[in-house]
Nanobody, 123 residues
Framework: VQLQASGGGLVQAGGSLRLSCAAS????????MGWFRQAPGKEREFVAA????????AYANSVKGRSTVSRDYAKNTVALQMNSLKPADTAVYYC?????????????????WGQGTLVTVSS
């Protein structure tokens, strides 16, 4: 069981990034998938989630309208496209596989976690 997040980096405010998470097949097809982030000194917080079929998504209010989560079954990947980035978006971003097939939004609902990828947004 592995989740590998990538795509983080340094970007100016107003820019865009696309994060990707590669998952092992056993935990991908039937699980909801989510993205969380953790800024220095803060709790890990929900960003976005997508259900097992990819036809329902959920977003935190802080990123709604600026972000899109999607999944590619052929590649076993989940992506998070983030636009109009703000310095407040600076954090380590984690992908996770849910215990269920839906769009869970709390950390306890997720069983598997990737290692995180750092996003830094400069003003």
């Amino acid at each position: 069981v592995q989740l590998q997040a990538s795509g983080g980096g340094l970007v100016q405010a107003g820019g865009s990034l696309r994060l990707s998470c590669a998952a092992s097949g056993r935990i991908f097809s039937n699980n909801g998938m989510g993205w969380f982030r953790q800024a220095p000194g803060k709790e890990r917080e929900f960003v976005a989630a997508i259900n097992w079929r990819g036809d329902y998504t959920a977003y935190a209010n802080s990123v709604k309208g600026r972000s899109t989560v999607s999944r590619d079954y052929a590649k076993n990947t989940v992506a998070l496209q983030m636009n109009s980035l703000k310095p407040a978006d600076t954090a380590v971003y984690y992908c996770a596989a849910a215990r269920s097939s839906g769009t869970a939004s709390t950390t306890r609902d997720y069983a598997y976690w990737g290692q995180g990828t750092l996003v830094t947004v400069s003003s």
